[in-house]
T-cell receptor
């Protein structure tokens, strides 16, 4: 079963507007959530993260919101720029509770963001 | 600081062959993970190594194996290749101190990947 879901395979946004990427999860043991951005022919690069004890984390144009009761998180990009066009992956980990010291991340399938100039 | 280096970047194999992929982590990083990326499944966890020990393994058949060397470099091997093994194989490294997770996000730094095509 898919524990991390990104239900929108693609999203198109006008330059300067807000991009909102959504992610849902099912595993209550997840205690850290991360967003990665991936350009073609490159590996994913870390964007922003949030701990399960918080509901918001902001870094420049990027803000991640976490709603634990709904098991939902979202990434807001404001304002969106053409260089933001990439595939965005939501990821989660339960390493804090696993006891195994594992860094395993569970990824969603990604959302392709296209920012139109 | 050099990033995560994966070799080869591209390779083509035929069914039944085997392949070995290499990964050099960021200097000082002791944990190396491997992920498989396919269009339909996204990124799926293969395995994770720390100090030459496999710490965790994903849900892949035994044809997929890996190892880590004393210098933290890692290799993964896929034997008896199948068409469905065509994918981007990504290696990631992370900093782990004393085998205990730090109280923060387990940020993985990924390499550019090895694109495997099985014909």
């Amino acid at each position: 079963d898919q524990q991390v879901k990104q239900n929108s395979p693609s999203l198109s946004v006008q330059e300067g507007r807000i991009s909102i990427l959504n992610c849902d999860y099912t595993n209550s043991m997840f205690d850290y959530f991360l967003w990665y951005k991936k350009y073609p022919a490159e590996g994913p690069t870390f964007l922003i993260s949030i701990s399960s004890i918080k509901d918001k984390n902001e870094d420049g144009r990027f803000t991640v919101f976490l709603n634990k009761s709904a098991k939902h998180l979202s990434l807001h990009i404001v304002p969106s720029q053409p260089g933001d066009s990439a595939v965005y992956f939501c990821a989660a980990s339960a390493g804090g509770y696993s006891g195994a010291g594992s860094y395993q991340l569970t990824f969603g399938k990604g959302t392709k963001l296209s920012v139109i100039p | 600081k050099a990033g995560v280096t994966q070799t080869p970047r591209y390779l083509i194999k035929t069914r039944g062959q085997q392949v070995t992929l290499s990964c050099s982590p960021i200097s000082g990083h002791r944990s190396v993970s491997w992920y498989q990326q396919t269009p339909g499944q996204g990124l799926q966890f293969l395995f994770e190594y720390f100090s030459e020990t496999q710490r965790n393994k994903g849900n892949f058949p035994g044809r997929f194996s890996g190892r880590q060397f004393s210098n933290s470099r890692s290799e993964m091997n896929v034997s008896t290749l199948e068409l469905g093994d065509s994918a981007l194989y990504l290696c990631a490294s992370s900093l782990m101190a004393s085998g205990i997770l730090p109280s923060g996000a387990n940020v993985l730094t990924f390499g550019a990947g090895s694109r495997l095509t099985v014909l």
